[in-house]
């Protein structure tokens, strides 16, 4: 769908070169954003504050995940660092979910729910995916972790090239370029390695809500989807499988994605915003 007059200049203001940039892709028929969309450099800083704390979860993660230890365990120490810095867990009843992050293992892609009777076990693919509200301003950035410090060389590549599908993205999001731009280079590299790119799922709008516009797939075209512009806040995280591109949605509990074929996923995440010389990581 092909949304217009999306974005427009108040009667009596200067039109600024962002202004033309943006109203000529609206009148050749791109979508671009709304107003609301872009950032004030004061949201910007609150949504950095929060990155910083989302950050530190992930830290801790990688100091505290340990083989034996359950997924629940490491959890409880999320909500724990989390309390402590004056945050709060944007995953919290979102929607219903349960807990205060995602821990999502091996051929589960993501959504997975922390529980008891899951534990961590040697050669695990780990995916840990926080979301942090912190003054009223949400981050959301995921990382894998490897169980042991090892792994078998298939998943080891897995994870390396996910991260490099991420990198990707990054460097191909650049002012006035376009979500399908993002997509295609992270398809084109995933599948050059003999990997598939999710479908289902995709990075998104963040800062002032949990989920925002626009949709960034991880695939797709060229100077499709939404224009990305100076001011705008959005994720992009790459959930990569190893075999088949097809995923299962739980029926028991809601939540969990796992592999249609039960092979390794993968996936890295990161909060940026857009600037005039490209995307800025908020979640390091």
Known sequence: MIFKKRWSVEK?????????????????????????????????EGIRASGVINTGILDMVEKEIREGMSTLE????????????????????????????????????????????????PGDIVNVDVSTIYNGYFSDASRMYIIGGETTPEKQRLVDVTLECLKIGIE????????????????????????????ELCGHGVGLEFHEEPEVSHFGRPKTGMMLVPGMVFTIEPMI?????????????????????????AQWEHTLHMTENGCEILTH
Not at 17 to 43: F, N, W, Y
Not at 91 to 111: F, M, Q, T
């Open 12 to 44: 009596g203001k200067p039109l600024t070169e962002m202004d033309k940039k943006i109203l000529a892709a609206q009148k050749s028929g791109h979508i671009v954003p709304t107003r609301k969309l872009i950032k004030t450099p004061e949201q910007v």
């Open 241 to 265: 499988n190893m075999g088949r591109k097809e995923v299962h949605f739980s029926r028991e509990d809601g939540w969990t994605v796992t592999t249609l074929d039960h092979l390794p996923s």
């Open 74 to 121: 490491l959890d409880d120490k999320i909500a724990q660092f989390t309390a402590d810095h004056g945050a709060v867990s944007a995953c919290l009843n979102y929607e219903g979910y349960p807990r205060y992050s995602c821990i999502s293992i091996n051929d589960v892609v993501c959504h997975g729910i922390p529980n008891a009777k899951t534990i961590l076990k």
């Open 172 to 199: 191909t999001a650049k002012p006035y370029s376009f979500v399908g731009d993002i997509g295609f280079a992270i398809q084109c590299h995933a599948q050059k390695n003999g990997y598939s790119v999710v479908r």
